[in-house]
């Protein structure tokens, strides 16, 4: 560098990458044998570009690191340690980001892009950047216009299963909805979150802005929608939907409402954890005895007791079962 010869140092690091990527990676815990890439001369390099202010070739050679070192992490067979050499690399690409000669919403889009394609916390130093650059309202404007093009032209490859495909989406519109609140264009949110909701279920993300928004008919309704279309294919959805559900009654202390769903999680799964949690509300709402015997009832025979005279909860119609 001292030389001049920074065209000769980028090229060295860019075929230090190559050759490191190229490689298999493997380990046997048994005998401790097998090979995970030293990235640590890349990082000095990479260092040592950026001290003498070459940001802009950082940047460049970042993003092949990026493509090159997802390949090789998707393919290794190891503890972490091949995405850990590379993740500490892209630390370094994301210092030199706001040094580089790029515009504020190049250098913003840049790191959109990086986190988006990350499937491997290769860039979980991004938030240092986000962190110590300070962009405007316009900036934020410009990025997302930038976003929402490009989610509403977004790819679908046939090769993709739906959740991989939903999950791309999802930080995607992640980014749009961060990008509108901090430009603060806050009313095209929720209409944002509703659009992509029916399309990759992501009614978690919606239901959480209407009840921020104080819209809790809404958010009641989008509720009982998103379970609807959750609950047998992704009920882990529809599980985060119902807790949000009861999470408002429970504010508005509506006992047999949080009591009758309960209810319908322990006749569902019945367990020590969801019986203490029925008996936790049955109490709040004042009818335990009641709840008890028919609890016990079911225990002993299997039957369940709706529609039974003495039970005093109402179904909510959420859960199937």
């Known amino acids: 560098l001292s030389k001049g010869s920074v065209k000769r140092l980028v090229k060295a690091v860019r075929s230090e990458i190559h050759e490191l990527s190229s490689e298999p990676v ?16 890349v990082k000095e390099r990479l260092e040592a570009l950026l001290t003498q202010g070459f940001a802009d070739e950082v940047v460049h050679l970042g993003k092949e690191l990026l493509e090159a070192g997802t390949r090789q992490v998707e393919m290794s067979h190891d503890e972490g340690e091949t995405a850990g050499e590379i993740s500490s690399c892209i630390e370094v690409v994301f210092r030199a980001l706001p040094q580089s000669s790029l515009s504020s919403v190049k250098k913003m889009i840049w790191a959109v892009e990086a986190e988006i394609q990350d499937k491997y916390e290769l860039c979980y130093s991004a938030e240092l950047f986000w962190k110590k650059e300070k962009y405007s309202k316009a900036d934020w404007n410009s990025l997302a216009e930038e976003l929402i093009k490009r989610l509403n032209s977004f790819p679908v490859s046939k090769d993709e299963d739906s959740f991989s495909r939903n999950y791309r989406r999802d930080h995607l519109s992640n980014w749009v909805v961060r990008a509108l609140e901090k430009s603060g264009r806050h009313k095209e949110i929720i209409p944002l979150c509703e659009q992509e909701a029916e399309k990759t279920g992501s009614y978690v993300r919606l239901v959480k802005y209407l009840i921020n928004a104080r819209q809790k008919e809404e958010a009641t309704a989008w509720i009982n929608k998103g379970i609807g279309a959750t609950q047998k294919k992704w009920p882990g959805i529809a599980s985060e939907l119902t807790a949000l559900l009861r999470e408002m009654w429970e504010k508005e202390e509506d006992w047999l409402r949080v009591a009758a769903l309960r209810a319908e999680e322990f006749f569902q799964h019945s367990s020590l954890h969801t019986f203490n949690d029925l008996e936790k509300a049955a109490k709040q709402a004042k009818i335990w005895p009641e709840v008890r015997a028919a609890v016990m009832q079911y225990l002993e025979t299997g039957n369940l007791p709706w529609g039974h005279p003495s039970w005093p909860l109402l179904k909510t119609g959420l859960l199937q079962g």
Not at 26 to 41: A, K
């Open 26 to 41: 493997w380990r046997n815990h048994w005998n401790d044998e097998g090979y995970i890439p030293d990235y640590s001369r």
